[in-house]
């Protein structure tokens, strides 16, 4: 019996041990990421390799809970409420998710900026990024912190079901598809054509019965919702659009952290920005082999074709200037560091092709 009651007395310390550790491992951070996409996305890769990276380097004392889809909540105008009313702590949206908010920042679905993922990323790496998210503090009431900017799907370009598209000549006639909202439609006409919004959900049937000729689209999304099967069989690779993917975090949370943990987060948002660039160049190589096997036509501009395009889509810029608050300051220092990187590659192709 005296046995026995040892044995009880010795097992209760060792749970109430084993709670007392757990206890004591327990975080000092529990952050609520939110990405309202799925598992085969570039956010969701972006997300893993932060939440492995910050708490690891915190040793535990951060812990990252990632929430994919539409959980916690589902769009920018919900999420953005979230992040203000702390049910949310870090989320990743798209410019268009966020422009009602932030109309400014829809300067990254401007055409022809940026030439190439170089220069993308070295744009996105600099300060200009920081002076956008000064902005975005002061318009939120220092609520949002834009903590990095990395990239979901790539590159837009130019996808239909009629033709080769060369230059702005084919686009006349053809009715392409784009969100609600005025710079794509205004970008659609300046192209010849006739810009029509359609839910993403009924894309694929507007294909098949001729609602729509085209969209403007990175190459997963198109095959990962099985367009040609709809019958888009011809894509431009124009690059007139890099898909920015705005990753947004409780200024309050971040603040509150000790200095050591806030820098570990900014590390981490480094992390993750790099696998988000890196993530769409692989994802689309079975992608365009795939678009190819089933019939379908890439065709790539000639600089001279692609400068004409550019020529053609120029009174986007002056339209974003006039009619988006902040915008010819956004779009002057947007521009002016996507020159900068260019003339800086430029150096380096001087010294490195000879």
Same mark, same amino acid.
């Given at each position: 019996m005296l046995n026995l009651t040892k044995k009880i007395f010795t097992?209760? =310390? +060792?749970?109430? !041990? +084993?709670?007392?550790? $757990?206890s004591a491992m327990a975080a000092d951070f529990n952050l609520r990421a939110v990405a309202n996409s799925n598992e085969n996305d570039e956010d969701y890769d972006g997300l893993v390799v932060f939440k492995d990276y910050v708490e690891a380097a915190s040793n535990g004392a951060i812990s990252v809970d990632l929430f994919i889809g539409t959980q916690l909540c589902s769009n920018g105008t919900e999420c953005l409420q979230a992040i203000e009313d @702390?049910?949310?702590? +870090? *989320?990743?949206? &798209? !410019?268009?998710?966020?422009? !009602? &908010?932030f109309p400014y920042v829809q300067m990254f679905d401007l055409p022809y900026v940026m030439a190439n993922d170089r220069v993308a990323e070295e744009v996105l790496a600099g300060s200009f990024v920081r002076d956008l998210r000064d902005q975005m503090l002061a318009d939120s009431n220092d609520v949002v912190r834009l903590m990095t900017i990395g990239n979901t799907g790539g590159w837009r370009n130019f996808a239909n079901t009629q033709r080769t598209l060369r230059s702005p000549a084919d686009f006349e006639g053809l009715k392409i598809r784009t969100v609600v909202a005025d710079l794509p439609q205004v970008l659609v006409k300046a192209l010849g054509a006739s810009p029509t919004p359609i #839910?993403? #959900?009924? =894309?694929?049937?507007?294909f098949q019965?001729?609602?729509?000729? $085209?969209?403007?689209?990175?190459?997963?999304? +198109?095959? $990962? %919702?099985?367009? #040609?099967?709809? @019958? =888009?069989? *011809?894509? &431009? =690779?124009? $690059?007139?659009? *890099?898909?920015?993917?705005?990753? %947004?975090?409780?200024?309050?949370?971040? %603040?509150d952290m000790p200095a050591d943990h806030r820098r570990v987060i900014v590390d981490g948002f480094a992390a993750l920005q790099q696998a988000t660039f890196a993530s769409p160049k692989r994802k689309s190589i079975q992608a365009y082999q795939e678009f190819t096997a089933g019939g379908g036509e890439l065709y790539v501009p000639t600089p001279d074709e692609k400068a004409e395009l550019a020529a053609a889509a120029a009174p986007v810029y002056e339209w974003f200037q006039g009619n988006v608050r902040e915008g010819e300051r956004f779009f002057k220092a947007y521009q002016a560091a996507a020159k900068a990187a260019e003339a800086k590659f430029a150096g380096q192709y001087e010294r490195d092709l000879n």
């Open positions: 097992a209760a =310390l +060792i749970s109430s !041990s +084993i709670a007392l550790a $757990g @702390g049910s949310v702590d +870090i *989320y990743v949206s &798209t !410019s268009g998710g966020v422009a !009602s &908010t #839910p993403w #959900p009924e =894309l694929f049937s507007s019965t001729g609602v729509v000729d $085209g969209s403007k689209n990175g190459i997963t999304d +198109i095959m $990962g %919702m099985k367009f #040609p099967e709809a @019958g =888009l069989q *011809y894509v &431009t =690779l124009d $690059g007139h659009a *890099y898909m920015a993917a705005l990753w %947004m975090m409780n200024n309050e949370v971040f %603040m």
